[in-house]
């Protein structure tokens, strides 16, 4: 990387479905493919089917939903 080299930092995370992990992580490698350097912040846990790479990854704890939730209604 040189100081020129542009960077973004993206964050993502998930509770119950991981539809917009996946998207984000075809938005990731495209930006990582044109030549950015992209640090993911990314909250949930790990799934391994779904890469971010070439981008660095920093993994928060994840938060985990009760496994019963009640209606707020």
Do not use: C, E
Request: charged share 10%; net charge positive; no cysteine.
């Amino acid at each position: 990387m040189t100081p020129t080299t542009p960077r973004v930092l993206f964050y993502v995370q998930y509770l119950l479905g991981i539809g917009h992990v996946r998207r984000s992580a075809l938005v990731i490698q495209a930006l990582a493919n044109a030549g950015i350097q992209v640090d993911v912040i990314f909250g949930g846990i790990p799934v391994p089917h779904i890469s971010f790479a070439p981008a660095t990854l920093h993994y928060l704890d994840p938060v985990k939903v009760p496994t019963t939730v009640s209606p707020v209604w």
